[in-house]
């Protein structure tokens, strides 16, 4: 009996292990423990959440490979980290470290600005982000097995988190309920590979699992994107940025679960401190849009 | 291949599956398309008229963490005393006596678990795995796909529980005991429903029919 390592299916497989959970960004150890213990699926390990990466400006690379081994061996669940778009060799290093899932993530300063990277060539799964039906299906087309809808990191807004997802539901649901011999026009306009258009019309649903990213700061924005359709959520600087951590990130956790029960929502939003101040997303520059990094 | 009769009426038969955390919408999916009646479980009061949990896998901290703060943890105890529960990987920890970690457990099978025996996820992995209790649902079982991810052991089963399947090097990968199933991989990621009709012959023995 033959065994087959690092199977499209084992990729996808660990997404789908994801569902229903909340992914946390942390800048160390202590962080990642306190994850952890708030009920984490997984973490994103990084050397700044991306509030700092916005204030602090600059160059925004992989972390150093010490800070993320760190990581992987003070919690138990998986752990995973962002190369920038484009930087396969990133990637590489990542997969040596043997981090659970990489994210090529336009938080990080692009290193290509035309080529994503070929993700069927590593054994390590990875996750992207996509602000419509088009650009999902082009990362699942270059490898990806796991989608996270782009929503604005670092502003603790959620506008954009909600208008991607709902682009992205929106155009499943037209393409859909469009005759067949529209299939080709509508591959071409949005950009996506025909076969992948397909997939996702007979299956209703996007071909591997999607979560939203990007400016979630409290359990109602978690349930409010998990109502409109996604996964499960990550949760950036909304955590570690704000009053208490470990009982903002809990309540999150939670929020992700029961989603669909207001009562209980109600009783986990109480109390919890102090929400990241934030930032309006209409209030930024046009060059401090990251969501609009990747093509 | 040829299938058995379905033993008694599937549709009058109410599963649970734990919708804490994980894949409980995969498995959800394999019961209604067996033509069972499926139902997410996330609160203590959505137990009691059930025939059969599954707990699905996931991330065995978050469910378990999720379990003791929502109260489920006594009620499925005894749930499980006199019913089928099935755990699928995070849902075989649970079930567990012992995982070498202080973690909330069911603590209902007599096994002990390695987490993440294999390593991480680059050592996920599929393979064939004869199952030979699956007998009850085809005379000559063909292999099962066995589909493991960051995937567990089952290091050692006591007392009433038994092996029911294994790895070609012997390590055991599934396991029984009365109407408790516990598998390190999982059957609701693999296209094949051979384990869930399985699972819902124990529940048949369990109910006595």
């Not at chain 1, 590593?122 to 602000?131: A, D, H, I, L, Y």
């Not at chain 1, 998990?226 to 903002?248: C, E, T």
């Not at chain 2, 493991?148 to 089963?157: E, Q, S």
Request: proline share 5%.
């Amino acid at each position: 009996m033959d065994s087959q390592v690092s199977t499209f299916t084992t990729k996808k497989g660990l997404a789908q292990m994801l569902k229903g959970g909340v992914i946390m960004d942390v800048v160390t150890a202590d962080h990642a423990k306190i994850a952890e213990e708030a009920g984490a699926v997984a973490v994103m390990a990084l050397e700044r959440v991306p509030a700092d990466i916005r204030a602090d400006g600059g160059v925004a690379r992989m972390s150093a490979p010490e800070l993320i081994t760190e990581i992987m061996n003070s919690v138990s669940i998986p752990v995973m980290a962002k190369v920038r778009i484009g930087h396969f060799v990133e990637a590489q290093i990542l997969e040596a470290l043997e981090v659970d899932y990489i994210d090529e993530s336009e938080v990080l300063t692009p290193a290509d600005e035309a080529y994503h990277i070929n993700k069927h060539q590593f054994k390590t799964p990875f996750v992207c982000g996509c602000r419509n039906l088009g650009e999902a299906l082009r990362r699942i087309g270059e490898g990806a097995a796991m989608i996270r809808t782009k929503g604005e990191a670092g502003t603790g807004d959620v506008i954009e988190a909600v208008r991607h997802a709902r682009t992205v539901f929106g155009e499943i649901k037209q393409l859909c309920n469009m005759p067949e011999e529209e299939l080709m026009t509508f591959a071409k306009n949005i950009g996506a590979p025909f076969e992948l258009v397909k997939e996702t019309r007979e299956l209703g649903q996007l071909p591997v699992v999607n979560f939203a990213a990007g400016g979630i700061a409290t359990p109602a924005d978690a349930a409010l994107m998990m109502q409109l359709g996604v996964d499960g959520v990550f949760v950036g600087s909304g955590i570690f940025k704000a009053g208490n951590p470990a009982k903002r990130g809990e309540a999150i956790v939670k929020a992700v679960t029961h989603y669909n029960n207001p009562e209980i929502l109600a009783e986990i939003s109480r109390n919890l401190g102090e929400a990241m101040v934030g930032r309006n997303v209409s209030e930024l520059e046009d060059n401090e849009h990251l969501a609009d990094r990747g093509w | 291949m040829k299938e058995s009769r379905p033993p008694f009426d599937l549709g009058r038969l109410k599963v649970g599956v734990l919708a804490l955390q994980g894949s409980f919408q995969e498995h959800l999916a394999v019961l209604t398309g067996i033509g069972v009646q499926a139902v997410e479980v996330r609160l203590p009061d959505q137990i009691h008229d059930l025939d059969g949990i599954i707990i699905p896998g996931g991330e065995s901290t978050t469910i378990g963490k999720l379990a003791v703060d929502f109260d489920l943890l006594e009620p499925l105890r005894n749930f499980g005393k006199k019913k089928a529960i099935w755990g699928t990987c995070a849902g075989a920890i649970f079930l567990s006596k012992d995982a070498h970690r202080n973690q909330p457990l069911l603590e209902l099978m007599d096994i002990t678990v390695d987490r993440n025996a294999f390593g991480r996820q680059i050592a996920s992995f599929e393979t064939e795995l004869d199952i030979p209790a699956l007998e009850v649902i085809n005379s000559t079982p063909a292999p099962f796909p066995g589909i493991f991810i960051r995937a567990p052991l089952i290091t050692a089963v006591e007392g009433e529980a038994e092996a029911l399947a294994k790895l070609p090097d012997g390590r055991i990968v599934a396991a029984r005991q009365g109407y408790l199933l516990a598998t390190a991989f999982h059957p609701e990621l693999s296209g094949d429903d051979r384990v869930h009709r399985y699972f819902l012959h124990l529940i048949q023995e369990s109910s006595g029919r």
